[in-house]
């Protein structure tokens, strides 16, 4: 940990020299999805730009505990205490069991996270399995003063919490603004001021989604679980928080006023958030027919796409652009970005072939120095992504003849590629994915063992291995020199 991280600290609104609690322990906690339906582009920014964090802090020596948590319950349309709970809809609308709902699109979004290289987290826990922790909390607030029960729901004082605390120091946004263009909404009379936000709502005859507690039976308020389940796994102080900056406000912001009025202080030392997608310069929305979810980026059947998207192409893409940067999407830009990645990767293979010679005449000295500079200035993807070309451009030499390279020079290249490619900005290539080549090399095995087979006259072996992989959709070719297959 000889390098100095600096990341940017949206509640300081500064780039700030990270200095964990407990080094080499780091608590980080991240908002995950709400599993009611595909995981689309949105979901992939906050993913990559964390899954990257974790990794490198992970290089630079620390030991992390990374929870990101599945919303489960309390996600309600509109805003966070209006509407239906948008699980409990769907599982209306398909005749299944919530979680029917929720396991289902869970286990989808863990599948597409893999295929893009993100890593689990260490914990994942879903709101619905810490109900009891959360009651507890609202018990704590309530004690505290800044609550009050209201026909069965208990709402977060926003105007006494404001008194004592801070109410939109992490937004920036103003509390008297704030009562002035929320003092008009509907259906508000419960609470004592349009600006109070739901700690536990009572559920109304229709929910289905609702447990006991002392106020009535019912469910938390969206904001509630990630306070809650942020100090049962990082303890009441912790490191890192992060998310999507379309969090910021309410979600995060409640989170804070929820975690000072329950414990007396802040939880958490450091803000973190990344900026948005835009597709061709708009907002992504349903209504505005530019909503790609993930499989249709993989498969290529969204409109607006010419051709299906490797997972790597989609990462790459976004580690093009530094996390707190607004990223354009487009067809044109993944095509660029795609030629991008290629030429990295062929240039990555070539490394591995590359002989050594007495002296180097290429310079890649100071490269892996250069790569986590980059790194250590708040997570700076895209030159970290510049400097491994400029090394491209000596691999190449040396590739053609034009240059040499020595052995320790190329011990070194081949470290910091593998170092910065892989295990950094988490990009695979076929090549590079172990479990893709073991897989090969079993085909291989059962080819070569069919054609010992066929040498030795027994055929029935042969046509047992030829015909079980033909039927799982292999195609094998005998040859010359022995065979081929592909998928
Ligand atoms: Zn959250």
């Known amino acids: 940990m000889e390098n100095k991280l600096f990341i940017?600290?949206?509640?300081?609104?500064?780039?700030?020299?990270?200095?964990?609690?407990?080094?080499?322990?780091?608590?980080?906690?991240?908002?995950?999805?709400?599993?009611?339906?595909?995981?689309?582009?949105?979901?992939?920014?906050?993913?990559?730009?964390?899954?990257?964090?974790?990794?490198?802090?992970?290089?630079?020596?620390?030991?992390?505990?990374?929870?990101?948590?599945?919303?489960?319950?309390g996600h309600l349309e509109h805003d966070a205490d209006d509407g239906e709970d948008k699980i409990a809809k769907k599982a209306r609308l398909e005749n299944l069991e919530p979680m029917e709902v929720v396991q289902y699109y869970t286990l989808r979004y863990h599948k597409e996270m893999e295929r893009l290289n993100v890593?689990?987290?260490?914990?994942?826990?879903?709101?619905?399995?810490?109900?009891?922790?959360?009651?507890?909390?609202?018990?704590?607030?309530?004690?505290?003063?800044?609550?009050?029960?209201?026909?069965?729901?208990?709402?977060?004082?926003?105007?006494?919490?404001?008194?004592?605390?801070?109410?939109?120091?992490?937004?920036?946004?103003?509390?008297?603004?704030?009562?002035?263009?929320?003092?008009?909404?509907?259906?508000?009379?419960?609470?004592?001021?349009?600006?109070d936000f739901a700690l536990w709502k009572k559920a109304s005859p229709g929910h289905i989604m609702h447990w006991p507690s002392p106020w009535s039976e019912g469910f938390p308020g969206w904001h509630l679980e990630c306070s809650a389940m942020g100090t049962k796994y990082l303890g009441e102080e912790f490191d890192i928080h992060g998310g999507g900056m379309d969090l910021m406000f309410p979600h995060h912001e409640c989170e804070i006023a929820q975690s000072c009025a329950a414990l007396g202080h802040e939880s958490v030392r450091y803000w973190m958030h990344n900026n948005m997608i835009t597709i061709n310069g708009q907002k992504m929305g349903k209504s505005l027919g530019n909503f790609i979810t993930l499989e249709e980026l993989f498969t290529g059947t969204h409109p607006l796409l010419s051709q299906p998207f490797a997972p790597m192409t989609i990462r790459f893409f976004i580690l093009q652009a530094h996390y707190r940067s607004t990223v354009d999407f487009s067809n044109d830009a993944l095509i660029a970005s795609e030629?991008?990645?290629?030429?990295?990767?062929?240039?990555?293979?070539?490394?591995?072939?590359?002989?050594?010679?007495?002296?180097?005449?290429?310079?890649?000295?100071?490269?892996?120095?250069?790569?986590?500079?980059?790194?250590?200035?708040?997570?700076?993807?895209?030159?970290?992504?510049?400097?491994?070309?400029?090394?491209?451009?000596?691999?190449?030499?040396?590739?053609?003849?034009?240059?040499?390279?020595?052995?320790?020079?190329?011990?070194?290249?081949?470290?910091?590629?593998?170092?910065?490619?892989?295990?950094?900005?988490?990009?695979?290539?076929?090549?590079?994915?172990?479990?893709?080549?073991?897989?090969?090399?079993?085909?291989?095995?059962?080819?070569?063992?069919?054609?010992?087979?066929?040498?030795?006259?027994?055929?029935?072996?042969?046509d047992k291995i030829r015909n079980e992989l033909t039927g799982l959709g292999f195609n094998i070719k005998d040859t010359k020199d022995g065979f081929e297959w592909n998928l």
């Open 119 to 195: 890593l689990p987290p260490s914990i994942e826990p879903h709101a619905s399995g810490h109900i009891i922790e959360q009651i507890e909390f609202v018990k704590k607030i309530l004690a505290a003063g800044y609550a009050y029960e209201s026909e069965g729901s208990v709402y977060f004082d926003v105007e006494k919490y404001n008194k004592k605390f801070h109410y939109g120091k992490l937004s920036g946004r103003n509390i008297d603004e704030l009562l002035e263009t929320t003092r008009t909404l509907d259906g508000q009379t419960e609470k004592r001021r349009s600006i």
């Open 8 to 73: 940017y600290n949206t509640l300081t609104r500064k780039k700030e020299e990270f200095k964990p609690l407990h080094a080499p322990h780091v608590g980080m906690y991240v908002c995950g999805p709400t599993v009611y339906s595909d995981a689309h582009l949105g979901h992939t920014r906050p993913a990559i730009t964390f899954d990257t964090l974790y990794r490198y802090l992970q290089y630079l020596g620390y030991k992390v505990r990374y929870v990101r948590n599945i919303t489960d319950v």
């Open 339 to 462: 030629k991008g990645l290629a030429r990295l990767m062929e240039t990555y293979e070539r490394l591995q072939k590359l002989t050594a010679s007495e002296n180097s005449t290429v310079e890649v000295n100071g490269l892996r120095e250069r790569c986590e500079e980059a790194m250590c200035d708040d997570l700076n993807t895209p030159i970290v992504i510049s400097h491994l070309f400029d090394a491209a451009k000596a691999i190449n030499t040396v590739h053609d003849g034009k240059g040499t390279i020595s052995a320790p020079d190329l011990a070194e290249l081949k470290s910091v590629f593998h170092v910065f490619i892989e295990d950094v900005l988490g990009l695979q290539t076929e090549t590079t994915n172990e479990s893709n080549e073991a897989y090969k090399k079993a085909i291989d095995l059962l080819l070569e063992i069919r054609l010992q087979a066929k040498q030795n006259k027994d055929w029935a072996t042969s």
